[in-house]
């Protein structure tokens, strides 16, 4: 009895909530605020391209190899992971 009262409560409750109000649209930005905030992107940007060279640096230069020096790397990784030898 009490459950069902509480259930028949609820819907009530959420009518009753107050619906929330339009917010006007952020004014536009200075000029300078512009600027700054593209600055901030730029610098943004350029730090992570610097990590992704320091994580991705061993496998850039990995790619400097030739065609026979990636295959030779590449059989002893299959060898290392139990893998076939290509061709099979």
């Known amino acids: 009895m009490h459950r069902c009262a509480l259930l028949a409560v609820l819907p009530l409750a959420g009518c009753a909530a107050e619906l929330p109000t339009r917010q006007d649209p952020p004014a ?3 000029p300078a605020e512009r600027q700054r905030q593209l600055e901030g992107f730029w610098d943004r940007q350029r730090e992570k391209e610097a990590a992704d060279r320091f994580w991705n640096g061993p496998r850039e230069a990995r790619r400097n190899l030739t065609r026979d020096q ?3 790397w590449e059989y002893q990784r299959w060898r290392r992971q139990g893998w076939r030898s290509y061709p099979y």
């Open 28 to 30: 536009a930005a200075s």
């Open 70 to 72: 990636i295959e030779r």
